[in-house]
């Protein structure tokens, strides 16, 4: 093998593939519009904007996804979440 062949085949070894998974929250009949929209931004990250979106979408829809990462970035997310009484899966 040449050498720039063995420098991509090192390359591509190394690559490791990250499945990307969905932090969904599940509508209820329990907590407020504005206690979701205050966790989606505490915890997600979100703008008020894109927590009232997701909001709206739980609420009509009955789930959203309101994040996309690995397990290990999600699972705090999740916690937090339902640590806050609401329901959300890592599907």
Known sequence: MREQEL???DVLETVETTEVLDLVVFNDDVN???HVIETLIRVCKHTPEQAE???WIIH???KCTVKQGSFE???PMRDAICEAGIDARII
């Open 7 to 9: 420098v991509i085949a």
């Open 32 to 34: 407020t519009f504005d």
């Open 53 to 55: 979106q997701c909001t």
């Open 60 to 62: 009509y829809r009955g």
């Open 73 to 75: 970035q999600l699972r």
